[in-house]
């Protein structure tokens, strides 16, 4: 089945242990994003990475990493978690960045940052 | 980076048709027109996209008029289940604002009995 899978799905953790979200696609997709969403503000972009070895700054990317050594794998890392960084997080894949690319969404990570 | 406008919330009732319009100004020459449905604590889901004129698929159909500058999201007879939050996202394509996507707050449509 074709499907984008985040870990885990929930998280609690404390202020400045570092942690890593995982993201992984089936898809063979080149381009991968991560977003969080927090209420009232809708779905804001982190990071993206069009293809392996390529990422880029979304809207919000302070206070987060990325990476993409895989084409499948796209993890989402923390290094010292803040409170503020408390959100749904979502991962997302396509085939290309394009605007004529369907987007794939992962189930979610829903963080809390004491 | 084009963003868009949409109505925060609309109401409607089961079996009518709904209009959720966007406003995107800045479109792009290049850009598509896409639409994504969500529940809540799920991921988006894409609905339709478009370029211009008129898309229909099994779900809704997409308005866009000749100057780009808005659309329409049309979804026939709602149902309950419709209840959902509606982005527009507009451009990605490349050779513009490649990789960037813009969701913005969404439209929360809430269906009646």
């Known amino acids: 089945e074709a499907q984008v899978t985040q870990n885990p799905r929930y998280l609690i953790t404390v202020t400045g242990k570092k942690l890593t979200v995982t993201c992984s696609q089936n898809m063979n997709h080149e381009y991968m994003s991560w977003y969080r969403q927090d209420p009232g503000l809708g779905l804001r972009q982190i990071y993206y990475?069009?293809?392996?070895?390529?990422?880029d700054k979304g809207d919000v990317p302070e206070g987060y990493k990325v990476s993409r050594k895989e084409k499948r794998n796209f993890p989402l890392i923390l290094e010292s978690p803040s409170p503020n960084q408390t959100s749904l997080y979502f991962c997302?894949?396509?085939?290309?960045?394009?605007?004529?690319?369907?987007?794939?969404f992962g189930q979610g990570t829903r963080l809390t940052v004491v | 980076l084009a963003k868009t406008t949409q109505p925060i919330s609309m109401d409607s009732y089961e079996g009518q048709e709904v209009n959720i319009t966007c406003s995107h100004n800045n479109i792009a020459t290049n850009d598509y027109i896409t639409w994504y449905q969500q529940f809540p604590s799920q991921g988006p889901r894409f609905i339709i996209q478009?370029?211009?004129t008129k898309v229909t698929n099994e779900v809704a159909s997409l308005f866009i008029p000749a100057d780009r500058k808005s659309s329409t999201l049309s979804l026939p007879r709602v149902s309950l289940s419709d209840t959902a939050v509606y982005y527009c996202?507009?451009?990605?394509?490349?050779?513009?604002?490649?990789?960037?996507?813009?969701f913005g707050r969404g439209t929360q449509l809430t269906v009646w009995p």
């Open positions: 990475s069009m293809n392996v070895e390529v990422t």
């Open positions: 996202l507009v451009g990605g394509y490349r050779g513009s604002t490649l990789g960037r996507l813009y």
């Open positions: 478009g370029y211009k």
């Open positions: 997302a894949s396509s085939p290309t960045g394009t605007g004529g690319s369907e987007a794939f």
